[in-house]
C-alpha cells in the first residue's frame, strides 16, 4: 500500500512559478511510475506529466511542454513537478498518481492505482 500526500498549491499570477510536491509512504514507491494529473471544472482528469522508476524516462502532455518539469527522489519518496510560465488555463485540482505495474510510463487514468487527496492550483490574471 502506498499513500501519497500533495503539496505546494496555491495562488499564483500568470507568468509565475509553484513547485507541487508529493510524498509518497511504502517501501516500494520507487518501483512505480509516477504521475501527475490534473482536473479543471467541469473536465475530465488527465496526465500532465509522468516519470518511469528510475527518472531516466519522462512524459509531458503537450499543453505544458517547455513549462514543467518533473522530478523524483527515490532516496527521499518524493515527486516534484515544477511548473514556469504558468496559465490562466493550468488552474486545476493536480494530483500524484502511483502506477504499480512494473514496466514504462502509461498515460491513462486507469493505470494509475495510488491517488493523493489533490492539491489546488490557481492561477489569475
Known amino acids: 500500500q502506498v499513500q501519497l500526500v500533495e503539496s505546494g498549491g496555491g495562488l499564483v499570477q500568470a507568468g509565475g512559478s509553484l513547485r507541487l510536491s508529493c510524498a509518497a509512504s511504502?517501501?516500494?514507491?520507487?518501483?512505480?511510475?509516477m504521475g501527475w494529473f490534473r482536473q479543471a471544472p467541469g473536465k475530465e482528469r488527465e496526465l500532465v506529466s509522468a516519470?518511469?522508476?528510475?527518472?531516466?524516462?519522462?512524459y509531458y502532455a503537450d499543453a505544458v511542454k517547455g513549462r514543467f518539469t518533473m522530478s523524483r527522489d527515490n532516496a527521499k519518496n518524493t515527486v516534484t513537478l515544477q511548473m514556469n510560465s504558468l496559465k490562466l488555463e493550468d488552474t486545476a485540482v493536480y494530483y500524484c498518481?502511483?502506477?504499480?505495474?512494473?514496466?514504462?510510463?502509461?498515460?491513462?487514468?486507469?493505470?494509475?492505482?495510488?491517488w493523493g487527496q489533490g492539491t489546488q492550483v490557481t492561477v489569475s490574471s
Open positions: 516519470i518511469s522508476w528510475s527518472g531516466g524516462n519522462t
Open positions: 511504502g517501501r516500494t514507491f520507487s518501483w512505480y511510475v
Open positions: 498518481a502511483a502506477d504499480r505495474t512494473l514496466g514504462g510510463i502509461r498515460i491513462g487514468t486507469d493505470a494509475y492505482d495510488y
